[in-house]
């Protein structure tokens, strides 16, 4: 007779304080990282996945309980976390906020893996068979070839898309971004046909790739990544895909040929703003680099290829005056751009931003861990350089109104629609606006708030509560 299986439970918490972003399978993604995990763990244990986006929380039994966590759900972990040692179950926690601030961490935790986990799960598995979990495990940055394919069939079937990672590792070291403290400065790929291998087995037809920047920098890179679409299309891998680059995605028209024959729908641009001096001021090399004259060549070129764009843009920071942020709202709706994201400049541990606003004494929500929820990118945490926290966040609830309302999403579908000459590649921003964005202020809409409701009655006539 087999032994009994230890179990393990991972656990995706959610965000308590804000829902919005969740309630649409089309706007939220699986967490990649515990299927890692959980393809690390040997066979003799049983493994299972607590997703708070879909599944509301249910105490289980459990030999171990892992987290992960955005710094904006670390609350809710440690929560969480809370339960299962009343009943003396030990726990681990992994991710982002916990290996910027793993002595926060181990306040609510048993064990903190600090940075990639691929290096060192296998002796937290270990010591934890033997009974003597340490407090701390920190991995080290490895190559990328021959760990063992994540765990899918694990996550939610609930999702829309799958998510896959075919690099790690950032140079840029943006002001505002932990990436490059958290994966490196190096950019690691994985071998493309193990890549070829995990999209072949993955259990959707939509996929994110959720690289920084899929096609990485240099020439070098560039080759890479057309040898990896070429791959797919080889192999008859049949998927619509959409994933994160830099404006240089357009400087070799190779890349986006093979791109778009593989599946590319749509890509987020890092653009930050189209002024000069906030480039400077988030250290956002590329785009310094190129200019922000190129944005409109760039846009044209990945058009040309039926490819949308989604651009991220962010407010707040400290060359920003109010006039500045409405300047930007105004680029926004005039740029060519099929899709925009918006949000709120926010110091996250582990990024100079944060280092410098707290010596400077402008960061106003400090009670932690509590205060961790708010850092959500929706709302403002900062003392901003030229305006009141309260003028930025009234500014910012009179920008997102104008943007995302009917009049101005149908108007950029219809320009989408001329860029791009097909329905389907064009509905990609115009449901990203939606089904994403908009969404950040479910709460509003749902309160009867009068200057949201034009998405009120969307909301009702679509048949929705």
Request: aromatic share 12%.
């Amino acid at each position: 007779m087999e032994p009994k299986k230890r179990k393990l439970l991972l656990i995706n918490p959610a965000n308590q304080r804000r829902k919005g972003l969740r309630m649409r399978n089309l706007s939220t993604y699986p967490p990649l990282n515990l299927a890692i995990i959980a393809g690390l763990t040997p066979d003799t244990w049983e493994i299972k996945i607590l997703d708070e986006n879909f599944n509301s929380f249910v105490f289980e039994e459990a030999d171990l309980v892992g987290f992960t966590s955005f710094t904006s759900t670390a609350p809710r972990a440690y929560e969480l976390a809370g339960i299962y040692r009343e009943h003396g179950i030990l726990t681990v926690m992994g991710g982002i906020h916990a290996s910027m601030l793993p002595d926060e961490a181990l306040q609510y935790m048993d064990a903190v893996v600090i940075g990639e986990a691929e290096s060192i799960w296998p002796k937290v598995i270990w010591d934890f068979e033997n009974g003597n979990l340490l407090s701390k495990y920190r991995g080290e940055l490895v190559e990328l070839g021959g760990k063992p394919m994540p765990r899918h069939d694990l996550l939610s079937n609930e999702y829309l898309f799958s998510s896959i990672q075919t690099t790690r590792g950032c140079p840029m070291q943006c002001d505002f971004c932990s990436v490059s403290t958290f994966n490196g400065c190096q950019y690691r790929l994985r071998p493309i046909s193990e890549v070829l291998d995990e999209l072949e087995q993955l259990p959707t037809k939509l996929v994110f790739f959720c690289d920084d920047n899929i096609i990485g920098y240099g020439k070098k890179s560039q080759e890479r990544a057309i040898e990896l679409f070429k791959g797919m299309v080889r192999r008859g891998i049949k998927i619509d895909w959409t994933g994160q680059v830099s404006l240089n995605f357009a400087d070799n028209p190779e890349v986006l040929k093979w791109a778009a024959r593989s599946g590319c729908r749509m890509v987020l641009i890092g653009i930050e703003s189209e002024k000069t001096e906030q480039l400077k001021e988030t250290g956002k090399k590329l785009n310094l680099h190129m200019g922000v004259d190129a944005y409109a060549e760039v846009f044209r070129k990945i058009h040309r290829h039926g490819i949308s764009i989604l651009g991220a843009f962010i407010f707040g920071m400290d060359t920003d005056s109010r006039q500045a942020l409405y300047d930007r709202a105004q680029y926004i709706l005039k740029s060519s751009v099929d899709a925009w994201q918006t949000t709120i400049l926010t110091p996250l541990p582990g990024t100079g931003l944060y280092d410098r606003l707290k010596a400077e004494n402008r960061i106003m929500y400090t009670n932690y861990p509590a205060d961790w929820s708010r850092y959500d990118f929706f709302e403002p945490v900062i003392v901003p350089a030229q305006m009141t926290n309260g003028e930025l966040h009234e500014t910012m609830q009179d920008i997102w109104i104008k943007i995302y309302n009917r009049k101005t999403v149908r108007r950029q579908f219809r320009r989408s629609l001329w860029n791009l000459k097909r329905l389907s590649f064009a509905m990609w921003g115009y449901i990203s606006n939606y089904n994403y964005y908009c969404l950040s202020f479910e709460e509003n809409i749902r309160a009867g708030d009068p200057r949201y409701s034009h998405w009120l009655v969307s909301e009702k006539a679509a048949g929705k509560p």
